[in-house]
């Protein structure tokens, strides 16, 4: 006898699958040092730069250069059954993504062209359970502060009609110089 005939039917379900693709991320890693973080982030928004694969993994996206403004970025997300943790509700993990990648690309659109930004801090605040079936929602993102070796920055997760399910605060050091320009991504925590 296999372990599925001794489940109850109600606890079986055929295997889902999910595919997706995603593109090069060092090819705007590349070209984000010659550029504005504004020029860059919009860049992406525009479809000029792909986007980085996070984005593709998780399912989030920026839907247009309006939800990129300086100081402030916004991503978007449906809840799926995909982003589950094993009680019943979107994982908290997907929550922080969701917020860091909103923190850091805010921060970004405040920096000039050859200088980077990499997290130190991200606090989390979970309020509400993010479901399946409950449309989409939006990470906000606003820039608090930026000094020459820090900067800060504050979001929330909202739904249509502006509930809040998350907040997040994040502290990201500036990489200036040689350290900023490499060929490594803008963001090292997963942008």
Not at 50 to 59: A, F, L, S, V, Y
Request: proline share 7%.
């Amino acid at each position: 006898m296999t372990q599925t005939e001794d489940k109850p039917a109600e606890l079986t379900s055929s295997p889902r699958m999910r595919t997706y693709t995603w593109q090069d991320p060092l090819i705007g890693a590349g070209v984000a040092s010659g550029l504005s973080g504004l020029e860059y982030v919009r860049g992406m928004a525009r479809g000029e730069f792909p986007p980085p694969p996070i984005g593709q993994t998780m399912g989030f996206h920026i839907l247009d250069e309006q939800d990129v403004q300086p100081g402030q970025v916004t991503f978007r997300l449906h809840p799926q059954e995909f982003h589950y943790n094993p009680i019943g509700s979107v994982h908290g993990g997907v929550y922080a993504t969701l917020l860091d990648s909103a923190l850091g690309c805010a921060i970004h659109t405040m920096l000039p062209a050859g200088v980077g930004y990499t997290t130190v801090d991200l606090a989390v605040k979970y309020l509400r359970p993010l479901r399946l079936g409950m449309g989409e929602v939006r990470a906000v993102a606003e820039v608090i502060s930026v000094s020459r070796q820090v900067a800060t920055a504050s979001a929330q997760i909202v739904d249509e009609a502006g509930k809040i399910y998350a907040t997040a605060t994040t502290t990201c050091l500036i990489l200036r110089g040689s350290t900023s320009t490499s060929s490594a991504p803008p963001h090292e925590t997963g942008q």
